[in-house]
Antibody
Framework: EVQLVESGGGLVQPGRSMKLSCAAS????????MAWVCQAPKKGLEWVAT????????YYRDSVKGRFTISRDNAKSTLYLQMDSLRSEDTATYYC??????????????WGQGVMVTVSS | DVVMTQTPVSLSVSLGGQTSISCRSS???????????LYWYLQKPGQSPQLLIY???NRFSGVPDRFSGSGSGTDFTLKISRVEPEDLGVYYC?????????FGGGTKLELK
């Protein structure tokens, strides 16, 4: 059974940093691209970032480029999201998701339970 | 960005009844490879999203045949027949054809 368990959320002040982790199990982690998707309170879903299966390539939505860093440790089957210079608009639930990638497209086939990040003074 | 517009925003249904949700994209979702990369997710209350349908009409593993997807180009529909309590929640469409990938705003399915 695929399991993705996020940790590391909480309350943080604007301008500060936070690091999220996602522990994966039930599949061969280093065979899959992975992603973070967020959901602001009472809002819809937004893709945040993707990392390739081997960590060699990363992709970000424009609003987080230069502030967020996605990374992975395949030996530990763990995905990370380093969030710097946080803003109030980054307040959201962040989901770790396994990404199914083909030449033409990608989608998210399994998701974690999510972790809440609140950016407020 | 491709805007995905879902209608209605919310709808009420009776258990055992049938309903449908519409998703319209601001651009055609037909990829240059000929495929249409439109997906449907369900987010049950207090849970993370789960994949229901991929590439317009294909049910994901374990999804009952009460769920069916259809459509082409810019107009897509998710139909749910014989609605059960576990079908309640928010449904999202998602397009994987254009960058950046985008989700619809969601349709909340509630009991009548």
């Amino acid at each position: 059974e695929v399991q993705l368990v996020e940790s590391g959320g909480g309350l943080v002040q604007p301008g500060r940093s936070m690091k999220l982790s996602c522990a994966a199990s039930g599949f061969t982690f280093n065979n899959y691209d992975m992603a973070w998707v967020c959901q602001a309170p009472k809002k819809g879903l937004e893709w945040v970032a993707t990392i390739s299966y081997d960590g060699s390539s990363t992709y970000y939505r424009d609003s987080v480029k230069g502030r967020f860093t996605i990374s992975r440790d395949n030996a530990k089957s763990t995905l990370y999201l380093q969030m710097d210079s946080l803003r109030s608009e980054d307040t959201a639930t962040y989901y770790c998701a396994r990404q199914w990638t083909t030449v033409a497209t990608y989608y998210f086939d399994y998701w974690g339970q999510g972790v809440m990040v609140t950016v407020s003074s | 960005d491709v805007v995905m517009t879902q209608t209605p925003v919310s709808l009420s249904v009776s258990l055992g009844g049938q309903t449908s949700i519409s998703c319209r994209s601001s651009q055609s979702l037909v990829h240059s490879d000929g495929n249409t990369y439109l997906y449907w997710y369900l987010q049950k209350p207090g849970q993370s999203p789960q994949l229901l349908i991929y590439k317009v009409s294909n049910r994901f593993s374990g999804v009952p045949d009460r769920f069916s997807g259809s459509g082409s180009g810019t107009d897509f529909t998710l139909k749910i027949s014989r609605v059960e309590p576990e079908d309640l929640g928010v449904y999202y469409c998602y397009q994987g054809t254009h960058y950046p990938r985008t989700f619809g705003g969601g349709t909340k399915l509630e009991l009548k």
